[in-house]
């Protein structure tokens, strides 16, 4: 049995010492095999990768011109060999337990996906052997069908997952037309199998740093949230009464967004075209027209230069 751990990089020189060494420090006795991509960096990354992975064995280091996470973490899974994928961000610090605890109750509840809790902190300037405590698993939750939740509630993640390789080469994997990889890739194994999760904190990301897209650029996570939402709906048909909600969530989301961060008074399109749901029920091909609405909002703001990979 053996794991893949992938791990897309784009200007994290800082935190790759504390990466690599809590992939290093990963316990259990499966096999493992390591897929660095450098997202086109242009600080030192590549060099500081090949010098830490140096005497580590069954390492792939790829890079490119910088084109996002999304087409990175693809190009590993598709090179990936092990049975299982784990994802690992590029300025994240793995707990030693966590793939082995991830994996352990993935293969007990037969499920596609496991996902588990991620924390900010300011792990720089701390003794990471604070976090590292041995845990028994905490409140293991299984979701059968869970297309209608991940719809609706976003399940997503990298460093607190861990996802079944078999299954994921029958989806299309991450979508190379966004930015953003991982809701992409759980929307597509949400139609494979069933999810499971678990409340132990298994990773760790550092806190307030403007360079990650969840801090310093809040619109691309935002769109690519919708636009996964849309490109995958394209595909499949759902249920009327979640698509209704699922269109909500997406006007929703970028309308409280528009009104928070760009000062948009509670009178805008936005709000309208949520109001306009309640007046009649739509085709599947007209509530999709509203959630590429709710995209092409970020394009005629002054956030349009922040979005790559516009739908």
């Known amino acids: 049995m053996k794991v893949t751990f992938i791990c897309p990089v784009y200007n994290k020189e800082k935190y790759l010492p504390f990466v690599i060494q809590g992939i290093k420090n990963q316990t ?24 830490l992975t140096k005497k580590l064995p069954q390492t792939t280091i790829l890079t490119h011109t910088n084109k996002g996470p999304a087409f990175s973490t693809q190009l590993g899974i598709e090179m990936a060999e092990g049975d299982y994928i784990k994802l690992v ?14 994996l352990n109750n993935l293969k007990k509840t037969n499920t596609v996906a496991i996902f588990s809790r991620y924390i900010l902190d300011d792990y720089l300037k701390k003794n990471l052997k604070l976090f590292e405590k041995k845990e028994k698993t ?44 991982d809701f992409s890739l759980a929307l597509e194994l949400s139609i494979v199998g069933d999810f499971s999760f678990i409340e132990n904190i298994t990773s760790v990301g550092p806190l307030g740093d403007k360079n990650r897209i969840m801090v310093g650029n809040e619109a691309q996570l935002l769109h690519d949230y919708n636009a996964a939402i849309y490109f995958f709906l394209k595909k499949h048909l759902i249920n009327k009464n ?23 008074s509670f009178f805008n399109e936005l709000n309208l075209l ?16 509203m959630i590429k609405r709710s995209c092409e909002f970020f394009y005629n703001t002054r956030e349009k230069q922040k979005i790559r990979y516009k739908i």
């Open 89 to 102: 961000g590029g300025d994240d610090y793995l707990l030693p337990n966590c793939t082995s605890l991830l």
């Open 274 to 289: 949520r109001c306009k749901m309640y007046l009649k029920n739509y085709l599947q091909d007209e509530y999709l027209l």
């Open 28 to 51: 259990g006795t499966f096999d493992k095999e390591y897929i660095f991509i450098n997202d086109g960096s242009s600080d030192n990354s590549l060099d500081v990768i090949k010098k």
């Open 138 to 181: 905490k409140n293991l939750k299984k979701i059968s069908f869970p297309l209608h939740s991940t719809l609706l509630n976003c399940f997503s993640g990298t460093s607190p997952t861990l996802y079944c390789n078999r299954s994921i080469k029958k989806t299309r994997g991450c979508n190379k037309k966004l930015f953003v990889e």
């Open 242 to 264: 979640i698509m209704r909600k699922v269109t909500q969530k997406c006007i929703g989301r970028t309308e409280k967004f528009a009104r928070r961060t760009l000062n948009y």
